[in-house]
């Protein structure tokens, strides 16, 4: 039942571990050793705060417990502290709950907004606002929405069952009849019944419905073969393949005069290049002789060994560039003009494919329907033999056997008939039967639905007798300066002394301390924390003497399974473990405030 935590660079404390017992334990310590911090890194294993060691970018609390395992770590980004890792509490509703109701420090919302002499209605019900009330009651209410169009199926399958029951007995009926009709009609077991003419006359009737059925298909097929044949054959009307010039020839001209354009234009720009490179750096002395004069250089052309002048040589060079950008328009000029040759090329291709395809399309279209066109005749040829030998058989039949024909057919249509009213029959008592779960749920969704509506209100009121049942036991322990303390309806304390009404600001320290932890029970008893956290955490109780100290920390053991507090070594011992942080690094003057 113990549980063990491993500190580091949390709130003052850079290293520190202690053991938490069942029961009492108190934190034993002078200022700035690092009590509120244990408190904090208590709340931060929680994941309720945050506390990273100022000047430290990243901190952790391990914290082991019989049933889990809890792994912290904090890290600071760009100035804010963020934590990451397996938190005791890992729902936001749950860690709400336990920071306002279960985390007494200092700092804690509803300890802080009595000493203010605030409204508590907001910190108290502030829970509440994460528990999503709307969103649930709309999820509900489509559950309802559900329910009540399968309850209204079955209130339907209700009214339509006797129905449906009556029609399954007449057809039941109406099938004995049937059969008492077909004995009647067959005869003794040893008369000789016509069964092959009665056989014969059903194949050919079988084999005229094959035909027939056959007939309405092929129609069907020619039909929707002849759409498509004359869609095919207006598309290819459509098609005009351009003419058949070979772009070839022109495409391989076209090619060639854009290779020679690019090598000119490259042996041109390299000569560019080099020269312009030569006159920019003032280097013409690495590849000729230059005679520096007053009047001017003068340079010996390191291609043919006449002399020219540098102003000469530039002249040209300008010259080589207009050449070169003469030759770039030429390369465009080729490009474009392979470009459109190859699209020419590729779009005569595609029209040639695609006339190739829709030829070869209306050809099998053409043999499809030719080969339709003759199994119709055939199938018009078998229908017209089978029609004659239903007729044929027909007449040789006498009236018994064809009334023992239609009574069968009779039966197995009234069979089929009764087979289905029975599926339907069974559908409607199963729907019935379950009429009784849909409004079993239908009420248990209204109840959860009402129960969340009037949650607010419930938790009010408990909010409220929580309050009043801590403050008379509160008052019962202590002997405080004040009669009686309410909470009011709209969620502010009032305070009665000598009979009448008293002003907060008028009450010790100490009574105003008893006021925020009976304020922060209440919530604690209506929202119902120690079903989620077993652990109260209590720091920097000021303005109580020591036995009421002691009387404060007896009353809410009895709330808690584990109770963490701090206290001075001043203080009389208390019946339960005590934490000596003597062992731990505190980080000088970033603890908490009461350290």
Sequence with gaps: MTWTIDIENVAGIIDGAATIEPGLNAVRASNWQGKSSFIASIETALGVATPLTEGRDRGRVHLETPDRTVEVELQRTDGRV???????????YDAVRADLFACLDETN??????????????????????????????DLQRQRERVDSKLAQAEEAAERLPTAQEKVTRLETELVELRDRYAELSGPDDAEPPADAQSELAQARSARQQAENRIERLDRSIERTKERLDERRGELDDIEVTDDTDYADALDRARSELAGARQDKEVLQSVYSATELVLEENRLDLVTDVDRELTGDTVVCWTCGTETSHEAVEERLDALGERIAAIRVTVESARDRVEELEAKREKREQERRRRNDLETEVADLEETLADHRASIESARERREEADARVSELAESIDETVEAITDVESEIKYREAELDDARDELTQLEDRVDQREDFEDERDRLDDEIRELRTRKDRITYEAREAFETAMQAVLSRFDTGFETARLTGEFDIVVARDGREASLDALSEGELELLGFVAALAGYESFDVAETVPVMLVDSVGGLADDNLHTLIAYLRERTDYLVFTVYPEYAAFDGAEIDPSDWEVATGTARADD
């Design 82 to 92: 963020a934590a990451s890792g397996t938190p005791y509490l890992d729902d936001e």
């Design 109 to 138: 919302a509803v300890r802080q907004a009595v000493r203010d002499g605030e409204n508590l209605e907001s910190v108290l019900l502030e829970p509440l606002d994460f528990q999503n009330i709307d969103d649930r009651i709309a």
